[in-house]
Protein backbone atom coordinates (compact mmCIF):
# COMPACT_ATOMS: atom_id res chain seq x y z
CA UNK A 1 0.00 0.00 0.00
CA UNK A 2 2.76 2.32 0.89
CA UNK A 3 3.55 2.38 -3.06
CA UNK A 4 0.88 3.10 -4.34
CA UNK A 5 0.52 5.76 -1.81
CA UNK A 6 4.49 7.46 -3.03
CA UNK A 7 3.31 6.64 -6.59
CA UNK A 8 0.23 8.56 -6.53
CA UNK A 9 2.83 11.50 -4.39
CA UNK A 10 5.33 11.17 -7.19
CA UNK A 11 2.67 11.80 -9.99
CA UNK A 12 0.72 14.67 -8.31
CA UNK A 13 4.22 16.32 -7.58
CA UNK A 14 4.95 15.85 -11.38
CA UNK A 15 1.75 17.40 -12.56
CA UNK A 16 2.02 20.09 -10.50
CA UNK A 17 5.78 21.30 -11.58
CA UNK A 18 6.57 24.35 -12.63
CA UNK A 19 9.42 24.97 -14.92
CA UNK A 20 10.98 27.06 -12.28
CA UNK A 21 11.77 23.50 -10.74
CA UNK A 22 13.16 21.94 -13.83
CA UNK A 23 16.82 21.86 -12.43
CA UNK A 24 15.45 20.15 -9.34
CA UNK A 25 13.70 17.50 -10.85
CA UNK A 26 17.03 17.36 -13.16
CA UNK A 27 19.11 16.63 -10.14
CA UNK A 28 17.19 14.44 -8.35
CA UNK A 29 16.63 11.91 -11.21
CA UNK A 30 20.58 12.47 -11.60
CA UNK A 31 20.97 10.97 -7.88
CA UNK A 32 18.34 8.77 -7.30
CA UNK A 33 17.81 5.62 -9.94
CA UNK A 34 14.40 4.74 -8.67
CA UNK A 35 12.89 8.08 -9.50
CA UNK A 36 14.27 7.82 -12.98
CA UNK A 37 12.81 4.75 -13.48
CA UNK A 38 9.22 6.25 -11.97
CA UNK A 39 10.05 9.21 -14.63
CA UNK A 40 10.89 7.03 -17.31
CA UNK A 41 7.98 4.74 -17.07
CA UNK A 42 5.45 7.69 -16.63
CA UNK A 43 6.61 8.76 -20.41
CA UNK A 44 4.85 5.95 -21.55
CA UNK A 45 1.81 6.01 -19.34
CA UNK A 46 -0.85 7.33 -21.73
CA UNK A 47 -1.33 10.14 -19.38
CA UNK A 48 -0.83 13.31 -21.67
CA UNK A 49 0.60 15.49 -19.02
CA UNK A 50 2.28 12.86 -17.05
CA UNK A 51 3.69 11.61 -20.14
CA UNK A 52 5.43 15.11 -21.76
CA UNK A 53 6.62 16.39 -17.75
CA UNK A 54 7.92 12.74 -17.30
CA UNK A 55 9.81 12.85 -20.70
CA UNK A 56 10.53 16.94 -20.65
CA UNK A 57 12.53 16.05 -16.69
CA UNK A 58 14.09 12.98 -18.28
CA UNK A 59 15.31 14.99 -21.80
CA UNK A 60 16.61 17.77 -19.39
CA UNK A 61 18.36 15.18 -17.06
CA UNK A 62 20.14 13.13 -19.79
CA UNK A 63 21.15 16.46 -21.60
CA UNK A 64 24.15 16.33 -19.08
CA UNK A 65 24.02 12.85 -18.36
CA UNK A 66 23.18 11.00 -21.71
CA UNK A 67 24.60 7.63 -19.85
CA UNK A 68 20.94 7.61 -18.11
CA UNK A 69 19.22 6.95 -21.53
CA UNK A 70 22.28 4.61 -23.49
CA UNK A 71 20.14 1.27 -22.78
CA UNK A 72 16.61 2.63 -23.29
CA UNK A 73 17.30 4.04 -26.71
CA UNK A 74 14.93 1.73 -28.45
CA UNK A 75 12.01 1.70 -26.21
CA UNK A 76 12.48 5.70 -27.19
CA UNK A 77 12.35 4.87 -30.94
CA UNK A 78 9.44 2.82 -30.96
CA UNK A 79 7.95 5.46 -29.16
CA UNK A 80 8.82 8.01 -31.56
CA UNK A 81 7.48 5.93 -33.98
CA UNK A 82 4.34 5.27 -32.94
CA UNK A 83 3.32 8.15 -30.78
CA UNK A 84 0.98 11.37 -31.92
CA UNK A 85 1.89 13.56 -29.16
CA UNK A 86 3.49 16.57 -30.03
CA UNK A 87 4.97 16.98 -26.89
CA UNK A 88 6.34 13.70 -26.61
CA UNK A 89 7.53 13.72 -30.35
CA UNK A 90 9.52 16.97 -29.32
CA UNK A 91 11.20 15.24 -26.53
CA UNK A 92 11.92 11.92 -28.55
CA UNK A 93 13.60 13.54 -31.56
CA UNK A 94 15.79 16.34 -29.15
CA UNK A 95 16.67 13.14 -26.77
CA UNK A 96 17.63 11.01 -30.17
CA UNK A 97 19.76 13.87 -31.59
CA UNK A 98 22.49 13.31 -28.72
CA UNK A 99 23.40 9.61 -29.25
CA UNK A 100 25.08 7.46 -32.31
CA UNK A 101 21.98 5.74 -33.03
CA UNK A 102 21.74 1.62 -33.82
CA UNK A 103 22.25 0.97 -37.84
CA UNK A 104 18.95 -1.56 -37.23
CA UNK A 105 16.70 1.38 -36.50
CA UNK A 106 18.30 3.94 -39.14
CA UNK A 107 15.43 3.24 -41.48
CA UNK A 108 12.80 3.45 -39.41
CA UNK A 109 14.23 6.47 -37.69
CA UNK A 110 14.33 8.65 -41.20
CA UNK A 111 11.59 7.51 -42.27
CA UNK A 112 9.77 9.13 -39.27
CA UNK A 113 11.83 12.45 -39.49
CA UNK A 114 10.58 13.03 -43.12
CA UNK A 115 7.08 12.47 -41.82
CA UNK A 116 7.46 14.61 -39.10
CA UNK A 117 8.98 17.51 -41.20
CA UNK A 118 5.86 18.39 -42.60
CA UNK A 119 4.18 21.60 -42.03
CA UNK A 120 1.59 20.00 -40.00
CA UNK A 121 3.59 19.73 -37.29
CA UNK A 122 5.26 22.27 -34.52
CA UNK A 123 7.91 23.76 -35.41
CA UNK A 124 10.37 22.36 -32.67
CA UNK A 125 9.37 18.61 -33.85
CA UNK A 126 10.40 19.74 -37.26
CA UNK A 127 13.40 21.14 -36.43
CA UNK A 128 14.53 18.50 -34.00
CA UNK A 129 13.60 16.36 -37.08
CA UNK A 130 15.71 17.98 -39.60
CA UNK A 131 18.41 17.77 -36.89
CA UNK A 132 18.09 14.25 -36.55
CA UNK A 133 18.06 13.44 -39.95
CA UNK A 134 21.31 15.69 -40.43
CA UNK A 135 23.41 13.63 -37.28
CA UNK A 136 22.14 10.54 -39.63
CA UNK A 137 23.51 12.01 -42.67
CA UNK A 138 26.59 12.01 -41.13
CA UNK A 139 26.78 8.38 -40.65
CA UNK A 140 24.83 7.57 -43.71
CA UNK A 141 25.76 10.54 -46.63
CA UNK A 142 23.78 9.27 -49.16
CA UNK A 143 20.98 10.92 -46.98
CA UNK A 144 22.64 14.58 -47.63
CA UNK A 145 21.32 15.14 -50.84
CA UNK A 146 17.37 13.94 -50.08
CA UNK A 147 17.48 15.91 -46.66
CA UNK A 148 18.87 19.24 -48.29
CA UNK A 149 15.99 19.09 -51.12
CA UNK A 150 13.14 18.76 -48.57
CA UNK A 151 15.40 21.73 -46.44
CA UNK A 152 15.38 23.83 -49.51
CA UNK A 153 11.35 23.17 -49.90
CA UNK A 154 10.76 23.61 -46.30
CA UNK A 155 12.49 26.78 -46.85
CA UNK A 156 10.48 27.93 -49.70
CA UNK A 157 6.90 27.21 -48.10
CA UNK A 158 8.46 29.63 -45.25
CA UNK A 159 7.84 29.66 -41.83
CA UNK A 160 8.88 31.52 -38.01
CA UNK A 161 12.44 33.19 -38.60
CA UNK A 162 13.44 31.00 -35.73
CA UNK A 163 12.77 27.83 -38.09
CA UNK A 164 13.73 29.51 -41.13
CA UNK A 165 17.32 30.35 -39.53
CA UNK A 166 17.74 26.88 -38.25
CA UNK A 167 16.83 25.26 -41.79
CA UNK A 168 19.67 28.18 -43.02
CA UNK A 169 22.38 26.49 -40.86
CA UNK A 170 21.96 22.80 -41.12
CA UNK A 171 21.63 23.68 -45.29
CA UNK A 172 24.77 25.46 -45.09
CA UNK A 173 26.20 22.40 -42.79
CA UNK A 174 25.25 20.45 -45.27
CA UNK A 175 26.92 22.31 -47.98
CA UNK A 176 29.91 22.54 -46.11
CA UNK A 177 30.59 18.73 -45.30
CA UNK A 178 29.95 18.40 -49.15
CA UNK A 179 32.78 20.15 -50.07
CA UNK A 180 35.26 19.06 -47.69
Known amino acids: MQG ?13 MGKGELELWRAGVKADENLFDQLYGYIFSGEHRLA ?5 IIDSASEDHPELLAGKLPKVISALIS ?8 HFTRIL ?3 QLPDEYLGVIIDRCFELMTPAEPAAVRVNAMQLLYNISQQA ?3 KGELRS ?3 TLMEEGGSAGFLNRCGRLLRQLTDNQIK
Open 4 to 16: KKADNELRKNVLA
Open 52 to 56: WRSCW
Open 83 to 90: TNDGSLKR
Open 97 to 99: CRY
Open 141 to 143: PDL
Open 150 to 152: VIE
